[in-house]
């Protein structure tokens, strides 16, 4: 018997079976790689953080561990000295001290004992950097000595107010730390005292542009070999900072370049019958056209200006009065004044013998007293890397520097502010940072970043924990770490590569294109489910009488 015919437009099995084969390739390559494949390459690539480490910087500790050598001839004098001491710093918000005495022969500081000796008998010791030594030198003169290494020297009419007094003020700045440290974390509620205000800020790297201007080369003739000026009294003191930041010394000269103000001419008794004078209130106004010509912007890193300025004949002697009236006569011929974090300015006067008998256009040769003028400076750059300004305590008498270096105990002070200033910077930025990425999602957090953030909370932490336990040269060199890799991270360009570019604005582009060829795949999804998952004969029956019942209602 011959085989009927297919009907045309009657499906097969087969048939049916093909289109529906279609339609799950079709689901499978927009559903299963179309849509998975676009939601990866337009998602933004962001590194996972350390969110719960970085908000559990909040609870860090910071402690300074300190330990005092307290050396004694009599052991009840020591064991009171100890007690005391320790008590009065028992509160120290930044402080963990570390109080031990030991007694010492009657014999180890004899009488008519120099300073040499004393550093030779300090030396003895076993003083770490951190770490201080109270010697007793019953025949001291003096009542309180603090030497140039990590000593203090003091007679038998001493007590532990006057070692508490210069171990807070001089020593350990307990107070300056602590307002350090708040006012970084809370700035609306604590301001910075004048020190805080005056110093650098911390960073890994300083320039120090050593400028002389000179207003009329035509007329004035200054006499210097700035470079050996400046590798002879500025490259010594640096260099002992290193452990600080690397610092980088420049000089430069300056021609034509006026004061920008016009000093007041005042009459006196000299046989000039006159000077000029320049208050303190138009000293920010000497500062503005010396920035413009400086170029101290050449470099990423903080610049510390040191600029002397060579008073004309013409209008010398200059002098610089306060606002009570009263001159600040910083040397014979040198008149110096600060600016905090920007640098010192000394104005320098010709001798009066140089400027006799000028006449006309004659050049006048003038040879600045480098010592006294570079001893100035050397008085503004300690202030403002730092090393503080040693305020009189009565009684107490302080070596002078070795060699314009700084002394051990100071180079210690400078490692505690700048560890806590870049511990506190550190934290703060990163919790910033974590904040910013945790609220907008579309900025990108490449590999780069990641590692930063990681290691700069790494970092904190140990250098926190170093601190602790009383090791300050590397729990500094560790806080030096964090805040470089900190500050990097938070000022990283790939950050706001896609700031411009929303989640919102991604879905209104993307949607239009997608949806005309998603809704024909998702109603094919409902051929394939009939196809494999067939009705049975009951719900067939079902749908039939209700089909059935909706044609005779139409009928009626």
Same mark, same amino acid.
């Given at each position: 018997?011959?085989?009927e015919?297919d009907?045309i437009?009657?499906?097969?099995?087969?048939?049916?079976?093909?289109?529906?084969?279609a339609?799950?390739?079709f689901a499978?390559?927009?559903l299963g790689?179309?849509?998975?494949?676009?939601?990866?390459t337009?998602?933004?690539?962001?590194v996972?953080?350390?969110y719960?480490g970085?908000?559990?910087? *909040?609870?860090?500790?910071?402690k300074?561990?300190?330990?005092?050598?307290i050396?004694?001839?009599?052991?009840?004098?020591a064991?009171?000295?100890?007690?005391?001491?320790?008590?009065?710093?028992?509160?120290?918000?930044?402080f963990?001290?570390?109080?031990?005495?030991e007694?010492i022969?009657?014999?180890?500081?004899?009488?008519g004992?120099t300073?040499n000796?004393?550093?030779?008998?300090?030396?003895?010791f076993?003083?770490?950097?951190?770490?201080?030594?109270?010697?007793?030198?019953?025949?001291?003169?003096k009542?309180?000595?603090?030497?140039s290494?990590r000593s203090?020297y003091?007679?038998s009419?001493?007590?532990?107010?006057?070692?508490?007094e210069?171990l807070?003020q001089?020593?350990?700045?307990?107070k300056?730390?602590?307002?350090?440290k708040?006012?970084l974390?809370?700035?609306?509620?604590?301001?910075?005292?004048?020190?805080?205000?005056?110093?650098f800020p911390?960073s890994?790297?300083?320039?120090?542009?050593?400028?002389?201007v000179?207003?009329?080369?035509?007329?004035?003739?200054?006499?210097?070999?700035?470079q050996?000026?400046?590798?002879?009294y500025?490259?010594?003191?640096?260099?002992?900072?290193?452990?600080v930041g690397?610092f980088?010394?420049?000089?430069?000269w300056?021609y034509?370049?006026?004061?920008?103000?016009?000093?007041k001419?005042?009459?006196?008794?000299?046989p000039?019958?006159?000077?000029?004078?320049?208050?303190?209130?138009?000293?920010?106004?000497v500062?503005?056209?010396?920035?413009?010509?400086?170029?101290?912007?050449?470099?990423?890193?903080?610049?510390?200006n040191?600029?002397?300025?060579?008073?004309?004949c013409?209008?010398?002697?200059?002098?610089?009065?306060?606002?009570?009236?009263?001159r600040?006569?910083m040397?014979?011929?040198?008149?110096?004044f600060?600016?905090?974090?920007?640098g010192?300015?000394?104005?320098a006067?010709?001798?009066?013998?140089?400027?006799?008998g000028k006449?006309?256009?004659?050049?006048?040769s003038?040879?600045?007293?480098?010592s006294?003028?570079?001893?100035?400076?050397?008085?503004?750059?300690?202030?403002?890397?730092?090393?503080?300004?040693l305020?009189p305590?009565s009684?107490?008498?302080v070596?002078?520097?070795?060699n314009?270096?700084p002394?051990?105990?100071e180079l210690?002070?400078? #490692?505690r502010?700048? *560890?806590?200033?870049?511990?506190?910077?550190?934290?703060l930025?990163?919790?910033?940072?974590?904040?910013?990425?945790?609220?907008?999602s579309?900025?990108?957090?490449t590999?780069?970043v990641?590692?930063?953030?990681k290691?700069? #909370?790494?970092?904190?932490?140990?250098?926190?924990?170093l #601190?602790?336990?009383?090791?300050?040269?590397?729990?500094?060199?560790l806080?030096?770490e964090a805040?470089v890799?900190?500050?990097?991270?938070?000022?990283? *360009?790939? #950050?706001?590569?896609?700031?411009?570019?929303?989640e919102d604005?991604?879905?209104a582009?993307?949607i239009?294109?997608?949806l005309?060829?998603?809704i024909p795949?998702l109603?094919?999804?409902?051929n394939?489910?009939?196809?494999?998952?067939?009705p049975?004969?009951?719900?067939?029956?079902?749908a039939q009488?209700?089909?059935?019942?909706?044609?005779?209602?139409?009928?009626?």
């Open positions: 018997m011959a085989e015919p009907v437009g009657y499906d097969t099995p087969t048939d049916e079976k093909y289109r529906v084969y339609s799950i390739s499978f390559l927009l790689i179309g849509v998975p494949l676009w939601w990866y337009t998602s933004v690539p962001r996972p953080l350390p719960s970085i908000e559990g910087l *909040s609870d860090l500790e910071m300074i561990k300190t330990k005092i050598l050396a004694v001839v009599d052991k009840r004098r064991e009171t000295l100890t007690e005391e001491i320790r008590k009065n710093f028992e509160k120290a918000e930044l963990n001290l570390e109080v031990v005495y007694v022969s009657n014999n180890l500081v004899p009488a004992t300073m000796d004393l550093k030779w008998i300090s030396e003895t076993d003083i770490e950097k951190g770490e201080l030594l109270l010697l007793e030198v019953r025949s001291m003169e009542r309180v000595l603090v030497g290494r203090i003091f007679s009419e001493a007590n532990s107010t006057h070692l508490c210069v807070s001089w020593i350990l700045q307990d300056s730390l602590a307002l350090t708040n006012a974390t809370k700035p609306t509620e604590y301001s910075l005292d004048t020190e805080n205000r005056r110093r911390p890994p790297a300083y320039d120090i542009l050593l400028t002389v000179n207003p009329d080369p035509e007329k004035l003739n200054i006499e210097w070999n700035l050996n000026i400046a590798e002879e500025i490259e010594p003191f640096v260099n002992e900072l290193s452990l690397n980088s010394v420049k000089s430069q300056l034509l370049v006026q004061l920008g103000v016009i000093p001419e005042v009459p006196d008794s000299s000039l019958g006159r000077h000029y004078a320049l208050t303190e209130n138009v000293l920010p106004l500062i503005t056209p010396l920035e413009k010509k400086l170029a101290s912007q050449v470099s990423l890193h903080p610049c510390i040191l600029v002397m300025y060579m008073v004309p013409e209008e010398a002697p200059l002098y610089i009065y306060t606002r009570k009236g009263q600040s006569m040397g014979s011929n040198a008149e110096a600060l600016s905090p974090r920007w010192g300015v000394v104005i006067n010709p001798l009066s013998t140089a400027c006799e006449e006309g256009n004659k050049i006048v003038v040879n600045p007293d480098e006294s003028i570079m001893g100035v400076f050397h008085v503004q750059l300690r202030l403002l890397l730092g090393l503080q300004d305020h305590i009684g107490v008498t070596t002078p520097p070795p314009l270096k002394r051990d105990w210690d002070g400078l #490692l502010i700048r *560890s806590v200033e870049q511990l506190t910077s550190a934290k930025t990163l919790q910033s940072l974590a904040q910013l990425l945790g609220e907008i579309n900025i990108v957090i590999d780069t990641g590692d930063r953030i290691r700069a #909370l790494d970092c904190v932490t140990r250098s926190a924990d #601190l602790k336990k009383g090791r300050l040269e590397e729990g500094f060199l806080s030096k805040f890799a900190a500050e990097k991270a938070f000022s990283d *360009s790939s #950050l706001l590569a896609l700031l411009y570019f929303p604005q991604k879905y582009v993307y239009p294109l997608f005309p060829v998603l795949v109603l094919s999804l409902r394939i489910r009939r196809y494999y998952f067939k049975s004969r009951s719900e067939n029956l079902e009488g209700e089909e059935e019942e909706a044609t005779k209602l139409k009928t009626e």
